[in-house]
């Protein structure tokens, strides 16, 4: 019987390479759903808009959100190909969040990922509308008649995503993100933000695989628990690498954060706590999952990858 | 027995009272669902967001994208309440859409409906995530438990909407109309442009009325190439008035696609080829809908209406 740092190392190899496997699943579909092939109800493609688009999506990510849909779906048994499609449409409404956000009027970002973003590359208007048209993508590809999956579950995840990612979800979020240049929040506004800006995607990705799974509601308060923990965890140590890690590493800038003065729960709390914090997530989500056993464990190694990631 | 002249008479002033009616309806509605009330799995609303939201939306406008889902609806026998919600979740979407295009990196207007744009009350930024929101919130009043239709009957509405409004619709349509000021199209080019860019929302405002009622193909198909006349009609009448009005009677800057240099229909064909196309169209439209007798007249005058509007 191996010790028990034998079955961390081959946990974290099988999650490191069931992340490498479902991204390229999930890149394969992605490429798939941006060709200029045009669709039913679709008048043309234009070639620089859907250019952009690509290069805004097609960039190579780790594709954390489309793994924890799929992964979570496996979990309760749902249908794998739907899972893969609404990985991807989630994938497209967080790359359109990524174009808009390093827009000049936003937060002015030249690279992304250690490419320029999508308006250096083309120009401010049409990262605009890539970003608008990876939005509108997102709900098409799930009420697609492709995406194997009933008008109920369909409409139930066309829901959660749109509360998950506008005024009252991740728009709102980056809306009080902008706010809080000017004016530092409270730690209470801290943690009203970041649950905004980057925990309700997280939170829809996970409660996702149980919608897909048959929409059950216990698994779905389950999951979307275990969403909530994996999003706090992701922005702790998010916060934690902006502090201590630089734009080599990174990919992009680094350090703007605090350079703007924007508070950040790290800044506020200390590094200490931050990491306390960030392990006393870890541990909650993997016991809400518990009584999943064993099969849960790829869920539980993905939230110390959160935890631990170094870019 | 009343003669044709009276009869055109009572048919218009029915319809402006009717094109009143449901807008005050669809405005009335639009306020609801814009106030501060934060929603089920919605965080928080942003009182700055929220308000840049309302100014773009709650601006009096006419509501026609509404008026149509609405009236197709009613001719079909459709669920009243859920024609009302999916009127506002187009004018929402439709919304968006002016506040993004009018954006500086688009076509830079500082006017709408007489009032400052959104980014000039507010900021760039603001619209951004304004702009987003609302395209957003389309989806989520489509899909929300408060809309009386079925999973089916929402998912086919979700992908309608979709289709019509992204890369193959509307904001490909933008990309094209940016691209025609740097190199004007040829003829097939702007009915691809005119098409996509106010053809598409306003099929599926027409389309949306046969889903409400049933989804049934006949219908549907019917009410679909009805939409497409009424598309062409408003665009041709459109860039009529852009030749001819003034910005007093328009309430935004006229004249600027001609001085852009862009193509349209009117400068390739003429004035007059023009008009004898906008009454084609007219006909065309009311002759598709003459199997449904004088239940359809409302939509017969809406085209007369759109042929003919001044403003």
Partial sequence: MPNSREMEGSGAMTFETRLRDNAASTEKLLAE???GAVGDDEIARPANLLDAMRHGVLNGGKRLRPFLVIETARLLGGNEA???RVGAALECLHCYSLVHDDLPAMDDDDLRRGLPTVHRKFDEATAILAGDSLLTLAFDIIASPETPLTG????ALVLALARAAGIGGMAGGQALDLAAEKQAPDEQGIVTLQAMKTGAL???A???????????ASHRQTLRRFGEKIGLAFQLADDLLDL???AATMGKATGKDAARGKGTLVALRGEDWA?????EQVRDAANLLAPYGDKAEILVEAARFIAERKS
Same sequence: chains 1, 2.
């Fill in 33 to 35: 759903l941006l060709t």
């Fill in 82 to 84: 739907a899972a893969q």
């Fill in 152 to 155: 109920d579950q369909k409409t």
């Fill in 202 to 204: 997280l939170r829809f």
């Fill in 206 to 216: 996970c409660e996702a695989g149980a919608i897909i799974a048959g929409n059950d």
């Fill in 244 to 246: 201590t890690s630089d």
């Fill in 275 to 279: 990491r306390a914090k960030l392990q």
